[in-house]
């Protein structure tokens, strides 16, 4: 889009080399501080998680990047381009077309058919054809192993197809960026292992850089190039996954991974 | 009155009567459609992120709802001509009960929409959906599946509020009565045939209503 050259550079240009930059970033809910000065940048293509106990902000900040609230004070780059403090509506939507989301209770859209849940935002955002639309669809619900499903709605579906299907909708917008939300917490036990196998699969077979908030401890180790380990909105420790799941530093993280695992 | 039922007066009034019906249902028809769509702009109104639109539009709306029809009525026949406006009975009728309506239905919309979970919006906003995609694909009909049997009582009380009309002397079904009645001066007959005729629509429409939520609202 020819409006793209027009939005100013930012004054700080974040690193090349780093797709998501958060500097001194404060989230407040009333008294209640969520996030309390957090750095912290990712590097494309990487596998980042998220882990600490719940109310320490790791969901705040995957609705931040997605835009669903905004931050008190502080600054996040995405891809060099400032998405807070807000540089307008327009290049807001700018910055979240290369972002996805799945979310925890999986927000289809029930009045939609499979298909049309995955086509609609392809087709009325990036103005692809409907027929482009549905052969991306179609090759999706076959990678999640939906392939048969398209014309069933949503409320026909186990809940661990339905988080398959969110995460075919997600990825049919080719984001650059894919944020999970705790996506198997809502899910019965037995249904976990398949979503988990797919975002596993996706993890290896492309380039996309995926921030992950889950309490699923193995998963997070097979997947992550990076885990962060929060507590009452800080990063109190990160590596890779080996050093925090092997020989965590922080008293915190010990005690945490203790209870969890 | 002596109280024997004529049945010959019954027949006399049937044409009158049909004129009635047919008009009544006009207005029925499109009062509701009125009622319909200005009520989902007051709820649009009602949503808004501005305090600059939401308050006059809460004003309004309140100042329409909590007023009687008939005031309305009046006020839109006999004063608005004063200042030059001036329609006939038949379309004032239409417009001051499908302005009525449309604050009942406003409130209706508004609760359809908000009981729309959360989660609906924000799957929208990953989405990247413009505005008017979140609401006429997303929003509304989820929104509309659930008011349905609501917007669908509103028509039922529109139907039971066009005698008022006769008040402007509209020729719905009351008013044909009334006119028969002061040429034969027999009152029995027409506004027993009017009173049938009202639960002859109203029930099965409600029947039908009924049939439609356990339809819909599952």
């Known amino acids: 889009m020819s409006a793209e050259n027009a939005i100013p550079a930012p004054e700080n240009p974040a690193a090349t080399d780093e797709l998501i ?7 407040r809910f009333g008294k209640n501080t969520v996030l309390d000065n957090l750095c912290f940048s990712v590097k494309p293509g990487k596998h980042v998680t998220l882990i600490g106990p719940s109310g320490s902000g790791k969901t705040t900040i995957l609705r931040l990047l997605m835009t669903l609230m905004k931050p008190e004070e502080g600054t996040i780059h995405v891809n060099g381009q400032q998405l807070y403090p807000t540089q307008g509506e327009k290049q807001l939507r700018e910055i979240r077309k290369n972002i996805g989301m799945v979310f925890q209770q999986f927000n289809l859209f029930p009045n939609m058919t499979v298909l049309r849940n995955i086509t ?3 087709v009325r955002v990036l103005g692809l054809s409907k027929d482009e639309a549905e052969q991306r669809a179609r090759d999706l619900l076959d990678l999640v192993g939906l392939g048969d499903r ?7 579906l186990s809940g661990g197809q339905q988080q398959r299907v969110a995460i075919a909708r997600a990825l049919a917008m080719r984001p650059q960026v894919l944020l999970l939300d705790e996506v198997t917490s809502a899910l019965d036990p037995e249904l976990v292992a398949g979503v988990l196998d797919v975002l596993r699969d996706i993890a290896r077979t492309t380039d996309i850089t995926m921030l992950c908030v889950t309490h699923e401890m193995n998963f997070a180790r097979d997947i992550s190039d990076d885990v962060l380990m929060f507590d009452s909105g800080r990063v109190i420790e990160s590596g890779p996954p080996e050093k925090i799941f092997g020989d965590p530093e922080h008293e915190r993280t010990r005690e945490f991974l203790g209870a969890v695992l | 009155m002596n109280g024997n039922w004529d049945w010959s007066a019954v027949a006399d009034f049937m044409p009158r009567f049909w004129d009635g019906v047919l008009l009544t249902l006009q207005v029925l028809a499109l009062g509701s459609l009125l009622s319909f769509s200005l009520g989902l702009v007051w709820a649009f109104g009602l949503r808004s992120a501005s305090r600059f639109v939401r308050w006059p539009v809460n004003v309004v709306t309140e ?7 008939l005031v309305q009525l ?3 026949f006999f004063v608005l001509p004063e200042w030059g406006v001036q329609f006939s009975a038949l379309t004032t009728g239409t417009v001051a009960i499908g302005l009525h309506y449309s604050t009942y239905t406003a409130q209706v919309y508004k609760a359809g929409i908000d009981a729309v979970p959360v989660g609906q919006w924000e799957a929208a906003t990953a989405l990247s959906l413009p505005a008017h995609r979140t609401w006429f694909a997303v929003i509304l009909p989820q929104a509309i599946r659930r008011i349905v049997p609501a917007l669908g009582n509103y028509v039922v009380s529109m139907l039971k509020d066009t005698p008022l009309l006769a008040g402007i002397s509209v020729l719905e079904m009351l008013q044909q009565a009334r006119l028969e009645s002061a040429s034969t001066f027999q009152y029995t007959e027409p506004l027993t045939v009017v009173g049938v005729a009202f639960i002859l629509i109203a029930y099965p429409a409600s029947l039908l209503l009924r049939a439609l939520e356990r339809r819909l609202v599952r």
Do not use: G, S
């Open chain 2, 74 to 76: 009046f006020f839109l």
């Open chain 1, 150 to 156: 398209c014309d069933a709605k949503p409320t026909q």
């Open chain 2, 63 to 69: 100042f329409i709802r909590n007023t009687p029809l």
């Open chain 1, 120 to 122: 609609e935002a392809p």
């Open chain 1, 21 to 27: 930059r958060f500097d001194n970033v404060t989230k």
